[in-house]
């Protein structure tokens, strides 16, 4: 079988891969998946259906082997979902349908009960579409597990199905998340790189999904790397006290003094470098527990891009827009 473009479907012999009759037309708009029950006797195809009123909507549509229309169609998933993946389990009784969409309820994997080709209420909700969805084969040595691949997330979920055998039916248990990447301590980072003319901008510089905005037109070359979170970056530098009083446990800096820093940091703070102080900060009992993404007023990891100096006037005011005084970016 071959999933086709306009929602049709073609059935192909075994022998030779040869066509069998003409494409079946599923009346939907897009087919973007199907698997076959394991003992290949029926297909399950996912649908993108339209209608003039509501808009877009989700179908599987269940063929037996050959057919040339469905013997039964399995609807009433949320409004706003759209099947993305298909697979059946190793015992043929149940198929997992994972959606995608713009509705509230997207991003979860259904449950089909195949005896009776009706939805089940019960859902698994890996935190994003996954057009990856994988099930142990029913001969394997270790235990039955499903594995689901988030669109937007670095990282590999692990599942165990077996809730979904009890009565009544629960969603499979979630076992481990697992973040992919080389391992250890790294962080993602992302670079849109001013080469040439063009120019773009990243919103956020460390998610493993970022969309990219043109700013100018022009090649803009980006680049992703995993870096040793415990060590500064190319672009950064670190405010930090003398190894011998930061290993003292009791010691404490005053808000007052980190303040002074920071306006120490303001005045004389160079272009194109991200200064942090996170180590410092720990033993500032106000802000000890914040992160590196706090406001850049507490923690300045602010991105000096532009030389403009304020005016010797008017001493900056922190609390003020940094945009009145110099150029930066987060």
């Excluded at 069998?20 to 037309?25: A, F, G, K, T």
């Excluded at 992302?190 to 003319?197: K, N, R, V």
């Excluded at 003292?248 to 942090?276: A, M």
Aim: aromatic share 6%; with cysteine.
């Amino acid at each position: 079988m071959v999933l086709l473009d306009g929602g049709r479907i073609q059935w192909l012999d075994r022998p030779g891969l040869a066509l069998r009759n003409d494409p079946v037309d599923t009346g939907a708009v897009d087919t973007p998946a199907a698997v076959f029950s394991p003992d290949g006797t029926r297909l399950y195809v996912a649908c993108v259906l339209e209608a003039p009123t509501t808009g877009r909507s989700g179908a599987v549509q269940r063929y037996a082997a050959g057919a040339r229309a469905p013997e039964a169609t399995i609807d009433r998933f949320p409004r706003g979902t759209l099947p993305v993946a298909l697979r059946t389990a190793p015992n043929a009784a149940f198929v997992y349908v994972a959606t995608a969409g713009n509705g509230i309820a997207t991003g979860r994997v259904h449950l089909i009960d195949a005896a009776t080709g009706t939805l089940l209420p019960t859902v698994f909700a890996p935190g994003g579409a996954c057009p990856a969805l994988a099930l142990s084969p029913g001969a394997a040595r270790y235990r039955p597990c499903v594995l689901a691949a988030p669109r937007h997330e670095a990282a590999l979920l692990l599942a165990d199905p077996a809730p979904v055998t009890e009565t009544p039916a629960r969603p499979p248990r979630l076992v481990s998340r697992r973040p992919l990447g080389p391992g250890g301590e790294q962080e993602l980072v992302w670079w849109a790189l001013p080469e040439g003319p063009g120019l773009a901008e990243l919103p956020s510089t460390n998610r493993p999904f970022v969309p990219c905005k043109g700013m100018a037109p022009g090649l803009v070359p980006l680049r992703a790397g995993d870096f040793d979170a415990n060590r500064l970056r190319p672009h950064q530098c670190e405010v930090r006290l003398d190894p011998r009083l930061e290993a003292l446990p009791d010691l404490r800096v005053s808000k007052d003094r980190y303040d002074l820093l920071l306006n120490i940091l303001n005045w004389f703070h160079p272009v194109g470098v991200e200064i942090r102080t996170r180590r410092l900060r720990r033993h500032v009992p106000e802000l000890s527990g914040a992160d590196d993404d706090s406001t850049p007023a507490y923690t300045f990891p602010t991105y000096r891009t532009a030389d403009r100096h304020p005016s010797r006037l008017t001493h900056p005011d922190k609390d003020k827009d940094k945009d009145d005084d110099i150029s930066v970016r987060p």
